[in-house]
């Protein structure tokens, strides 16, 4: 019965993963064109899954995912020619947060889907636990 508790628990970990990665989106989404005070453009942030295998969790097909770090992207800034904006260099070049909103949306998505599906995990086995308990009666 005690295992029970660990679906639980590894349903509630993906539920929490992905709002994580959702709280991401949304501000990657909110400073699609922010700079820094320093005047720097944005960098993405990304959030880090890693999964939580044990040998006795395991062998149990009960593996639990947790946040590890949340790191800004090392992907290059999007350019755009504009000499007239005061952020342009040299050359006219504005650099620009290394944002994409369709990824960002599309990542959204996915996150959503892997939410509800965490969710229907933990429905799913808070019924079992209900119909066991209602037979022992």
Partial sequence: MMEVFKVFE???SGMYAQRVRINVIASNLANYESYTREGEPYRRL???FEA???PGNLSKGLVPVRVVEIRRSDAPFRLLFDPTNPRADRDGFVRLPNVDVTAEMVDMLSALRSYEAN???????KEIVQRTLELWR
Avoid: G
């Fill in 46 to 48: 990304e959030p880090v």
């Fill in 52 to 54: 939580v295998e044990t």
């Fill in 10 to 12: 590894v349903s509630a």
């Fill in 119 to 125: 969710l229907t995990a933990f429905n799913a086995t």
